[in-house]
Structure formats: C-alpha cells, structure tokens
Nanobody
C-alpha cells in the first residue's frame, strides 16, 4: 500500500498564502499522477490541480494564476502553493495518488490512494 501524509493546512486571512505538502510512502509501488482535490461543506469533492510523473500540470479555472502544484519525485512528495487565497477556497484539501505495479509486457496494475485531508480556512 501507498501511505500518504498531508500537512500545511491552517487558518489564513484573505490574500494570504499557504503551502500544502503530501508525502507518499511508496512501499514498492511506482507513482504516476499526484493530484490535489478539495471539498467544501455541502459541496462535492472537486479537482484543484494535477501533476503527472513527467511534470505536466493542469488546474481548475478557479485557481489558475493563484495556485501552483509541484512535485519532488525523489522525495515522493507533491506540493500545492496557494497564493492570494479567497474565502471561497475554504475546504478540506486532499491529495490523491495514482500508483501502479508493473506487470510485464507494458501492463500496469493501478491503485488510487487518498490522503487524510487537511483543513484550509480563509477568513474575509
């Protein structure tokens, strides 16, 4: 199994910044994409940002230009730098990792793992 440990959430005023981290213990797995999701009270979980193992990134329109996802492959860690935070960014943030075991002939056995979540609260 891949174990994920998130950190970096907290309370910040509007316009402030936070940096989230998610460290993965691979335990023999290889890691493909590493993503950040968030879930606000009463709302569905939504994708915030994605980062492939090759470093390609993608963002939700609501965070483009304010959030930056990055990863350190040697440390198996993904980060989310959040700048110019808004009250509507308040949510529990989760990292998601797509991990796999190679099974020969180009085949992969894939697994999805979620972090425990970290609360981000932005006050107005």
């Amino acid at each position: 199994q891949v174990q994920l440990v998130e950190s970096g959430g907290g309370l910040v005023q509007a316009g402030g910044s936070l940096r989230l981290s998610c460290a993965a213990s691979r335990n023999g797995f290889s890691i493909d994409s590493m993503d950040w999701y968030r879930q606000a009270p009463g709302k569905e979980r939504e994708l915030v940002a994605t980062c492939t193992d090759g470093g390609d990134t993608n963002y939700a329109d609501s965070v483009k230009g304010r959030f930056t996802i990055s990863r350190h492959n040697a440390k198996n860690t993904v980060y989310l730098q959040m700048n110019n935070l808004r009250p509507e960014d308040t949510a529990v943030y989760y990292c998601k990792v797509l991990a796999y075991l190679p099974r020969g002939f180009g085949r992969r056995e894939t697994y999805t793992y979620w972090g425990q979540g970290t609360q981000v609260t932005v006050s107005s």
